[in-house]
Structure formats: structure tokens, C-alpha cells
């Protein structure tokens, strides 16, 4: 059988056509079969390929650019090309296909539409006999369930425009609909015709494109052809669905059975919760494993040290097999009502005693696990994450450290050591085999919990964290991929003034690039077991991050990596005058010292500077880097500490009062360091970077008004005109690898500094986007406008970083008061606390917007309920990111069965949702 591929394509000078065939899947990864295709115009394509094929057999395919062995440019990879052999007679397939770019419809293609919203079957062509034939195929995804695509046309064999002599048309691909026409009965070279959508369950008039009558001109069709159009998408309207949904952590939710800390189990309940309220969507936190040292500080979600392993602490232990000795199961039920009854999350005692249960479970029931086939196939198809994970663990505990620099071997993962981790017979298997029974048991649980929201048809959205545990297992194992010598955080923004560090490396990007980002592509894959829409934390990351030195505390020493850093000629190019040591090198004088420091100013000049001339100091070198400054004072607190043990009342005041002294002392070192008009770049020193937010600092004030006005042109060029199409360069050699790795809804978090190409890259890539009212993109209003949301965005009123709406109601009454009047268009002064009827007139205004999806804390959802919201809104804060060391202990009071159980408040969300017009 001879298959023959054709398709138009304009092409420049040294770009060809590559025909891909996907010919199967190995351990998650496509075989992929590359063909070079052949033109005489460089605008058509063919390609015929000879293959011995019966009828049933099937061929995914897609198309790309290269140029010469480097692929320029590929084909939106959500929906490949399919080809099914379904004629017996056929000896020839013909395909004149068009190459598929995104479409703005995409997200009706993702498998949160699909496989949630509305669910459909795809179904095997009919196999015909016919002697030759001709076959359409049209992508139509505004297609609902119980919906079915037919077509009618001119002459007797398409029903002469008749819908009751219409052909039905089947669903063989996602979203994409076939039909074999008998070649013999059109007598016809030209075919026109339209398709229509037919509804089994109403008796509603046929819905017509809305284009005009479709024409195609065929070419000569011999017995044995079988010639294969495919159209452009159907023309019908897209009725823009919107969906609302909620926003919880898991680790905040609460149920009659869990155990101190919501687990995989309480979002099933959550699921329902979610069904029986008319919404779609839920939203939580990233749950990957983040432990690294056993205590409180391991409960930032956002500091994961897998990719892959989901958190111990997770586990529902309710699905586990009962703890056979009756003692232990008592104490350990005891153990549960206390833990369960707490206002939040004591993150020690919860984790410690799963840890133990689980421990327990295994010497039960392991040996039994790990013998059955399901863990053996689990075993198959996370090995390559799995093993390196398991035994990274083992070491960290008995090492008593997380960071592997420390430990005295094993530095650094072998390869070698896998053949012996995953033998059974050996004994590393079985030190590490507890960690493999456990990831068994939360991917299980959390499959389980995917499983059943789509049946209930919601759609469970994930967080994927921008960065990882510096003394994670993914450095520890790939360190390649990351830079150790900065730290990733962000520049200051509403959240924090002096910038966020978050500790962890960046990416070493060129490395990633080099194997098509299959770290990333592996990662969001692994996603997709659970989830059906994703938001991208920091999306900024994958344009440029914000990399921090090493030596650094706070943030305002950064520069984005990458970045294109500034010459001296450069600069001088404004009119500014370069002084290199004076630009580059902290700015102290007497002045600065006096304003900094008042009467503290000496104690200052006598302990930890020193002269440099004349007019200007330096930092002696014991603190000559905030991470000196910072060892010193930790210190010296660490040894005022020890003494409150023993010190009487009027002691203990003057310790914490000298503890406060030193904590303000060491934050004013900080800020003289920082005090610097350029920061030199990391790579290149020949370049510099202006200081992200100088004009905050005695350096700028220093300046003549002359050179601030030339200072500030520079650093506005630089930060939003510069790097723009750098930047979109960047970008587009990554997300698009990511974005096509699954089938997944696409969101991302857009907040902060967001250059000018974000938006070119995220509507190129069709990426929803974050719209929040209270920090909109707009620099030129106030408030955003819920109105103007774009479709294809993601409207909230807080999120885990922010403060719940009760908090930022009463955080500014003047801002409160202009939000009261301009947006709510309210008269008179606005009521504090925020009462309950306003707080659902704010929910309700969020859920009429345009966007596509909505999503609402859970306690915002309890703020519109003054009976069952709590009476203090600062309990409900998840996340103060100023604050490094936050602890993450939120749990909601109400348990999940009594918030179903109550009528008034489920009424009043589903009211809510059903009027907005959202499902």
C-alpha cells in the first residue's frame, strides 16, 4: 500500500518539511519516525511512503520546519494528524492535509474540557468496501456532549441541502470528525456542502456553520484511492464557557477523618463539595515531597525537593489497611482526635506520626505491596525518578542532613548504584524500599483522586513551583541542570520592598535546551497523572529570572538572568558621567551614616566599616556581604537566647530588647550594602545592570538632579524597553516544549514586573493568564476593571501570597474607601469589618467577568457567610512572602462535611455561580 502526504507549506530558502510518524510510546517518551519531504516550488510538500498496512491500522503523524538538522518550527502538538486504513480496496491514501497552529480555541482541545466539562467518545472509522473514495475531515471542538457533527450538500449522494438526508460524520480523534464518501455515486468534480451540529437529546433545529457553503475540488480518484481532505476547523459560533472553581491548599482542608492536615482522601470530599455547588474547578498548592529537615520550615510548598515524589504528609491512612496490634491503633486514634482538633497545622507532630503509621503499615503489609503486579508496573514507570529519590531520602536520614555537600559519600547520584537499588535480593533495596511503598501508596491515592473528580466532572488544577530545594534530590541527581552560585527570587514589588529570595539555584537553561527541556517535559508529564489544568507559578522565570548573588540576604542585588548588561560606553551614551568605584561599591558617608543610624552612627563607624578616603567608607571585610552580616548577628542573638532561660523578668526584657537593637542594626548594614547605583553583571564584569529600585537610596540622592533625570531614562529603557525581544526569544525556546508536552488547561501566574513580551508570548501560546482586581496591569488605574478581563484569563480576588479580601478590606480604609465608591459604586463611608452582604456583592461582580475561569478562595467563598466565616480574618492567612521563614499552617475550622451539610451556604454558591452564567 502506497501512502502519499501533501501539504502547503511556504518555506525560505534552506527550510524543508519533515514528515514525523509517531510510531508508538516507550516509558512515557513518542518514538518518532522522521521523514524529509520533497518540493519543486518550496511552497508544496509531498512525501509517499510504501508500508504493508490492513485495514484497521492507524498512523498519528505531525509535521515540522528544519533547517538542516536544527527544527525551526513544529505543529501544535495537542491534536497530532491521524490517518485510519479503514477500505479494503484501498491500494493508495492521498492526503492533502493543512499545517495546524494554535488555535484560539485551543483550551476546547486540553483534557480539562475534554475529559471533564464535556466528555465524549472517540470511535473507530467504519470500514468500507468502496472502490474508491473520498474522506473529509474537520476538526469541530465547539461540539457539546450529547452533540454530533453530520453534513449535507448539493447532488443526491450529500442529501441535496436536506438535514433529514444528512451523513453523520464520527468522532475518530479529539475533537476531529471523519466521513467516507462512495466516490462512484458524486459524479462530480467539485463537491459543496456544509456540516451541521445534531443534538440526540433535543429537538432543536439543526446550528449551521456560519460561514458560507464549503467547496472542494477534487482531483482524479482511481479504484483503490482513497483521498483524504482534511478542512479547516468548523465554522460554528464558540459560546464562551466559563467555569468557577476554589481555591484551598490541601494541606487546609479538614474532615471528620484526617489527621491534623487535609490528605488525598479530603479532596475527594472537597470534589463533592465542589459538584454539589454547581462549580468546576479545583484549585490547590503544589504537593510534592519538601522534606528535608523534619520540622516546621519544610511546610513551604514551594520549596520542593522532587519534581516527582508527592508528600508523605498527604496520605489518606484511612485507605491503608488497619494497624493490626489494637494498642498502637488506639493510641494512634487518640493521637488523630487531638491532632484534628486543632486550630492549624502542628507540622511536626502531624508528619512525625504518619511517618511512624506508615512505618508500621509497611512492616505489615510491605513485603505483601511490593510482591503485587500493580506496584510492580508502578515500579516500571517511575524507576527513573523513583530510585535516585528513594535512596536520596535513605541518606538524608541517616545523615541527619539535607544537604548533601555534607555528606561524606554519596555526594552526588551514581548511576551505578540503580542496578543494585532495584533488585529486590539485594540490600540496598531493602533500605530503600520503605520510601518506594510509600510514593506507591500517594500516587495511587492521588490517581484515585483524579479518577473521581473527572467522573463528578471537575476539574482538579495543579501549581507548578518555578524552583526547587536547593538541597533537593532533582540537584542532587541532575545537578547539570542548575546554577549553584546565585539564587532565585524576585525584585520588589507589593509583596516585599527589598525583593524576594527564595533560596533556590536557577536554571542552567543552555543545558536544559540542549535535550529539548526533557527535565521540564518529564515534569508537567508526571502532572498530568493528576491534574487537567496547571498554574505556571512565576511565569517571569522561563523570560528571565531574578538571580541574586550567593553572598546575598535580600533581593535588591539582583539582576535578571539572562539579561543584556550595559557597557560603560553605554551608559556614558545617556550623558551619564561613569565613576565605576563610586557607581558600583557601596555609597557611605557621615550623612548616611547619621540618617541610617542616628546616635548608633558611630558605634557603626567604629565596628564594622572603615575609611576609604576621605569623604567615603567601606565595609571592613568580616562584613563586607550581607551573608557575613547575617552569620555575625545570628550569632550574637543565638548567645542572647541562651541567657533568657535563666534571666528573671526585668532580664528578659532588656534581652529582647537588645535582641530587637541588633535585628534593626544588622537590617541597616544590609541596606548600606545595597546601596549601589549598578550591579555588576555575574557573568560578564564589563557590564552592568542599574539597581533595581535605587531611586529609593541615598546613592540617587546623592546625584545632581541633572543626572537622576538621565539615570531614570536609562533605567526605564532598561527594565521595560531593552530586553523585550530577548526576553520573547528566550521564552519561546522553552514553553512551547512545555505547553505541547500534555493535554493539560495552561494557566499562569503573570504578577510583578511583567516586561511587554509576556503578553506576546502568553496570547502566541494561548496561555491563561492571572487577573486580579486589586493589582492590575494597568499602570495607569487603581483597581482593574473586571469588564476588560480578557476570555482566556483567570480571574481571583486573593491568593495564597495575598491577603484574604476581609484582610485587605480593612488593611487601607482610604484605598477601601476609593474601592467602595469607583468600583462598587457605593455611597457614603465604607463599613468596617466588610460585612458579609458586601463581601458577596464583591464575589458575585468577580464571577459576571469575562474571564473563563474563576477562581475563589475558600475563605473568601466563607467571608460572604458572617455565620460561619471566623471572626478573626488574620487566622486566615496562608502565605506572608515578605516573611522567608513563614510558617504554612492554615487550616480551614469547618469540616468539609458540615460546610456540604449546610444548605443556606451551598444555596448560596450555587445561586451565585448559576446566575453568573458560569457551569
Known amino acids: 500500500m502506497s501512502l502519499h502526504f501533501n501539504i502547503n507549506y511556504n518555506t525560505v530558502f534552506g527550510q524543508e518539511l519533515i514528515l514525523n510518524v509517531i510510531d508508538g510510546v516507550d516509558d512515557g517518551e513518542e518514538r518518532i519516525s522522521q521523514y524529509h519531504m520533497s518540493s519543486y516550488d518550496g511552497k508544496t510538500w509531498q512525501y509517499t511512503m510504501r508500508k504493508g498496512v490492513t485495514p484497521g491500522g492507524r498512523f498519528d503523524y505531525f509535521y515540522s520546519v528544519n533547517r538542516g538538522d536544527v527544527c525551526e518550527r513544529t505543529e501544535w502538538r495537542m491534536i497530532s494528524h491521524r490517518l ?49 473514495t473520498i474522506r473529509l475531515k474537520v476538526r469541530a471542538p465547539q461540539l ?19 438535514p433529514d438526508h444528512c451523513i453523520e460524520l464520527v468522532q475518530h480523534n479529539d475533537n476531529e470528525w471523519i466521513v467516507d464518501l462512495d466516490a ?103 504537593i510534592n515531597d519538601t522534606t528535608t529537615t523534619h520540622t516546621w520550615t519544610d511546610s513551604y510548598p514551594y520549596s520542593c525537593i522532587s519534581i516527582f515524589a508527592l508528600h508523605p504528609q498527604y496520605v489518606d491512612l484511612t485507605q491503608l489497611p488497619p494497624i493490626a496490634d489494637a494498642a498502637k491503633r488506639k493510641k494512634f486514634e487518640e493521637l488523630r482526635q487531638e491532632l484534628n482538633a486543632l486550630p492549624q497545622i502542628d507540622y511536626e507532630r502531624v508528619n512525625n506520626a504518619k511517618t511512624e503509621y506508615l512505618h508500621i503499615i509497611f512492616e505489615q503489609e510491605g513485603k505483601k505491596v511490593l510482591a503485587s503486579e500493580k506496584f510492580k508496573k508502578f515500579f516500571k514507570e517511575t524507576e527513573q525518578w523513583l530510585v535516585p529519590y528513594a535512596e536520596y531520602c535513605y541518606l538524608r536520614d541517616v545523615n541527619g542532613t539535607a544537604d548533601f555537600s555534607k555528606w561524606p559519600d554519596h ?57 526547587v530545594n536547593r538541597y533537593g534530590c532533582d540537584v542532587w541527581s541532575e545537578p547539570r541542570y542548575f546554577n549553584l552560585n ?47 489544568a496547571y498554574r505556571i507559578d ?60 542616628g546616635d548608633r552612627a558611630q558605634y557603626v563607624r567604629n565596628n564594622f566599616i572603615e575609611h576609604k578616603d576621605e569623604q567615603h567608607y567601606r565595609m571592613r571585610a568580616d562584613f563586607d556581604t550581607q551573608r557575613k552580616v547575617e552569620a555575625y548577628f545570628a550569632k550574637a542573638n543565638a548567645e542572647l537566647r541562651k541567657k533568657l532561660d ?74 521595560y524597553r531593552r530586553n523585550n525581544q530577548f526576553w520573547y526569544r528566550e521564552a519561546m525556546k522553552k514553553l512551547p516544549k512545555l505547553v505541547n508536552a500534555t493535554r493539560m488547561l495552561v494557566c499562569a501566574e503573570d504578577l510583578g514586573m511583567v516586561p511587554d513580551c509576556v503578553s506576546w508570548v502568553m496570547n502566541e501560546l494561548k496561555i491563561l493568564s492571572l487577573e486580579i482586581q486589586s493589582m492590575p496591569k494597568d499602570p495607569q488605574v487603581r483597581f482593574g476593571h473586571l469588564s476588560r478581563n480578557p476570555y482566556r484569563s483567570v480571574c481571583t480576588i486573593s491568593t495564597h501570597d495575598t491577603p484574604t479580601l476581609r484582610q485587605w478590606w480593612d488593611e487601607d480604609w482610604n484605598r477601601t474607601q476609593d474601592y467602595y465608591n469607583s468600583m462598587l459604586y457605593r455611597r457614603g463611608p465604607a463599613p468596617h469589618p466588610l460585612p458579609g452582604w458586601l463581601a458577596r456583592d464583591i464575589v458575585s461582580r468577580h464571577l459576571t467577568s469575562p474571564s473563563m475561569v474563576c477562581v475563589i478562595s475558600i475563605q473568601d467563598w466563607l467571608s460572604i457567610d458572617e455565620k460561619l466565616r471566623l471572626p478573626d ?26 460546610l456540604i451539610a449546610n444548605t443556606d451556604f451551598v444555596a448560596n454558591i450555587s445561586e451565585l455561580v448559576t446566575e453568573s452564567g458560569r457551569k
Open 144 to 162: 457539546k456532549k450529547g452533540q454530533s457533527l453530520a453534513v449535507v450538500g448539493k447532488g443526491d449522494a450529500l442529501g441535496n441541502w436536506d
Open 486 to 532: 546565585g539564587q532565585a527570587g524576585a525584585p520588589p514589588d507589593a509583596f516585599s520592598t527589598n525583593g524576594q529570595n527564595w533560596g533556590f539555584p536557577t536554571y542552567n537553561w543552555d543545558e536544559m535546551i540542549k535535550d529539548g527541556c526533557l527535565w521540564w517535559v518529564r515534569r508537567f508529564k508526571n502532572m498530568a497523572k493528576f491534574f487537567d
Open 84 to 132: 485510519e486504513i479503514s477500505e479494503r480496496n484501498a491500494e493508495n491514501y492521498i492526503c492533502f492535509d493543512n499545517w495546524i497552529d494554535i488555535p484560539d480555541d485551543s483550551y476546547l482541545y486540553t483534557s480539562a474540557f475534554k475529559d471533564c466539562v464535556s466528555p465524549s467518545n472517540v470511535v473507530p472509522v467504519k470500514e468500507e468496501t468502496f472502490n474508491r
Open 873 to 898: 480574618e488574620n487566622a486566615e492567612r496562608i502565605n506572608i512572602p515578605a516573611n522567608p521563614k513563614h510558617y504554612w499552617r492554615y487550616r480551614m475550622h469547618i469540616n468539609i462535611e458540615d
Open 184 to 286: 462512484d455515486t458524486l459524479n462530480t468534480k467539485q463537491l459543496e456542502f456544509k456540516f451541521f451540529i445534531r443534538d440526540e437529546h433535543n429537538d432543536y433545529a439543526p446550528i449551521w456553520e456560519a460561514t458560507n457553503n464549503r467547496v472542494v475540488d477534487l482531483i482524479d480518484i482511481h479504484n483503490g484511492d482513497v483521498v483524504v481532505y482534511s478542512l479547516p476547523e468548523a465554522g460554528f459560533d464558540i459560546y464562551p464557557m466559563k467555569l468557577a472553581g476554589t481555591l484551598v491548599p490541601v494541606f487546609s482542608l479538614r474532615s471528620k477523618t484526617s489527621f491534623g492536615v487535609g490528605d488525598f482522601g479530603d479532596v475527594k470530599k472537597m470534589i463533592d463539595f465542589i459538584a454539589k455547588t454547581h462549580q468546576r474547578v479545583l484549585q490547590i498548592l503544589p
Open 411 to 467: 555526594n552526588q547520584w551514581s548511576e551505578s548504584d540503580r542496578a543494585e537499588l532495584t533488585s529486590a535480593r539485594t540490600k540496598a533495596y531493602k533500605t530503600v524500599s520503605f520510601y518506594y511503598f510509600v510514593q506507591y501508596v500517594l500516587n495511587t491515592q492521588m490517581e484515585d483522586v483524579h479518577k473521581y473528580a473527572r467522573a463528578h466532572g471537575v476539574i482538579l488544577k495543579g501549581d507548578i513551583p518555578i524552583g
Open 646 to 719: 535563666t534571666a528573671d523578668e526585668t532580664e528578659a526584657q532588656n534581652i529582647k530588647a537588645k535582641i530587637t537593637e541588633n535585628d534593626n542594626l544588622r537590617d541597616g548594614l544590609y541596606a548600606l550594602i545595597s546601596d549601589v547605583l549598578f550591579v555588576r553583571d555575574h557573568k560578564d564584569a564589563n557590564k552592568f545592570h542599574p539597581r533595581i529600585s535605587v531611586q529609593f537610596d541615598f546613592i540617587f540622592e546623592s546625584l545632581y538632579d541633572s543626572d537622576k533625570a538621565i539615570f531614570n531614562r536609562l533605567y526605564n529603557d532598561y527594565y
Open 538 to 597: 512565576h511565569v517571569l522565570g522561563f523570560f528571565r529570572i531574578w538571580e541574586i548573588p550567593i553572598n546575598s540576604v535580600h533581593g535588591l542585588l539582583g539582576q535578571f538572568q539572562p539579561s543584556l548588561g550595559m557597557t560603560r560606553e553605554e551608559v556614558e551614551g545617556y550623558g551619564l558621567h561613569w565613576q565605576e568605584e563610586l557607581f558600583t561599591t557601596p555609597f557611605i558617608t557621615d550623612w548616611v551614616l547619621d540618617r541610617m543610624f
